[in-house]
T-cell receptor, first 115, second 110 residues
Framework: EAQVTQNPRYLITVTGKKLTVTCSQNMNHEYMSWYRQDPGLGLRQIYYSMNVEVTDKGDVPEGYKVSRKEKRNFPLILESPSPNQTSLYFC??????????????FGPGTRLTVT | SQQGEEDPQALSIQEGENATMNCSYKTSINNLQWYRQNSGRGLVHLILIRSNEREKHSGRLRVTLDTSKKSSSLLITASRAADTASYFCASPSGNTPLVFGKGTRLSVIA
């Protein structure tokens, strides 16, 4: 089944404790992206990747890191989480990022709470 | 950088009625997409309309695009309780392949 998976689905952590949220897709998509969703602010893009080893900042990249060493995986790293990073996070992928002519497939989301 | 903005922010209708949501965007686009999100879940793609198309249908969904007014609308006909969700428009903006609006929350009351 074609899908985007994220792990973990729920995470409660403390300020400053490094964490990684994994994202994997099995559709051989070139484009992958991370979003955060907060009430009243909609979806905001954190980082995106047009292909392996090619990443770029979205609208809200501060406090986050990403890497794209393999086509299928696009982990989101929070080196030193802070309470303002408490949010619902989504990973998405698409066949190509070139002017996005294709739909994006979304993962189920990761609800992160930083205390 | 927000590209699309949906209107209204929230909409409440009775089952069987039609629901119309609008999206306005700022810069020229080559396509616009609509997504649905059930509470707390991942977004699901509904429809993509290209800049050279004016109208597109998919089941009970009808999307229009007016590039001269930089606007799009999503019409859901004969709404059902299961249509209760948030609806987002999304389009390319600058170097960012896809930027989402803040969404319209639709409530369909049985």
């Amino acid at each position: 089944e074609a899908q985007v998976t994220q792990n973990p689905r729920y995470l409660i952590t403390v300020t400053g404790k490094k964490l990684t949220v994994t994202c994997s897709q099995n559709m051989n998509h070139e484009y992958m992206s991370w979003y955060r969703q907060d009430p009243g602010l909609g979806l905001r893009q954190i980082y995106y990747s047009m292909n392996v080893e090619v990443t770029d900042k979205g609208d809200v990249p501060e406090g986050y890191k990403v890497s794209r060493k393999e086509k299928r995986n696009f982990p989101l790293i929070l080196e030193s989480p802070s309470p303002n990073q408490t949010s619902l996070y989504f990973c998405a992928s698409s066949p190509t990022g070139l002017t996005i002519r294709y739909e994006q497939y979304f993962g189920p989301g990761t609800r992160l709470t930083v205390t | 950088s927000q590209q699309g903005e949906e209107d209204p922010q929230a909409l409440s209708i009775q089952e069987g009625e039609n629901a119309t949501m609008n999206c306005s965007y700022k810069t020229s686009i080559n396509n616009l997409q609509w997504y649905r999100q059930n509470s707390g879940r991942g977004l699901v793609h509904l429809i993509l309309i290209r800049s050279n198309e004016r109208e597109k249908h998919s089941g009970r969904l009808r999307v229009t695009l007016d590039t001269s007014k930089k606007s799009s609308s999503l019409l859901i006909t004969a709404s059902r309780a299961a249509d209760t969700a948030s609806y987002f428009c999304a389009s390319p903006s600058g170097n960012t392949p896809l930027v989402f609006g803040k969404g319209t929350r639709l409530s369909v009351i049985a």
